[in-house]
């Protein structure tokens, strides 16, 4: 079974600290990752995606993540952040359903 | 946004009765899913489906049912609700399954009192 770990519950920093949340899964074949946020009061929506290809992928608003595949990680990244960044984060795998790490919550101080 | 409606938004109902929440898409996607999400948990899979009556059960599908009798409904029910099963409850869509980008619905609170 396909399950998503993120190692972050929690993170606090101040506006244009750099920010990387981890993400682990644990399926050992082809995956579909994805970056959503949830900004406060509303629904999930996409960052970015990775299917193949380029494993430095290029999102919305300024994040990207890294895809290693030999450590199952995608690592989500902004090198500098904005109080407007505040959210929780959640890092997702989709083999034939998708899956959701239990998400990072990351305030930012303005 | 993507064209997902969730009915009702809110909703308290009691311990012992059955609630169903629907899931209304104008997409015409294939694939709907159906999460709670709670505190320290993230969002968690209860049911999806990938086509008209196709359904399969998620992680924590135990005391829910759903149905699809349209492609554009997708209806969750607690046969008999419980207090465990207070929640935020989000309907998703894709219009393909492994690849394509999921859209979500703005949710339902659901509290069982």
């Known amino acids: 079974a396909q399950s998503v770990s993120q190692h972050n519950h929690h993170v606090i920093l101040s506006e244009a600290a750099s920010l990387e949340l981890g993400c682990n899964y644990s399926?050992?074949?082809?995956?579909?990752l994805f970056w959503y946020v949830q900004y406060p009061g509303q629904h999930l929506q996409l960052l970015l995606k990775y299917f193949s290809g380029d494993p430095l992928v290029k999102g919305i608003k300024g994040f990207e993540a890294e895809f290693i595949k030999s450590k199952f990680s995608f690592n989500l990244r902004k090198p500098s952040v904005q109080w407007s960044d505040t959210a929780e984060y959640f890092c997702?795998?989709?083999?034939?359903?998708?899956?959701f790490g239990a998400g990072t919550t990351v305030t930012v101080r303005a | 946004d993507a064209g997902i409606t969730q009915s009702p938004r809110h909703k308290v109902t009691e311990t012992g009765t059955p609630v169903t929440l629907r899931c209304h898409q104008t997409e015409n996607h294939r694939y709907m899913y159906w999460y709670r999400q709670d505190p320290g948990h993230g969002l968690r899979l209860i049911h999806y489906?990938?086509?008209?009556?196709?359904?399969d059960k998620g992680e924590v599908s135990d005391g829910y049912s759903v149905s699809r009798s349209k492609t554009e409904d997708f209806l969750l029910t607690l046969e008999s609700a419980t207090s465990s099963q207070t929640s935020v409850y989000f309907c998703?869509?894709?219009?393909?399954?492994?690849?394509?980008?999921?859209?979500f619905g703005q949710g339902t609170r659901l509290t069982v009192v």
């Open positions: 997702a795998v989709n083999l034939y359903k998708l899956s």
């Open positions: 399926y050992g074949g082809t995956v579909n």
């Open positions: 489906s990938y086509g008209v009556k196709d359904t």
């Open positions: 998703a869509i894709a219009q393909a399954g492994e690849t394509a980008e999921a859209f």
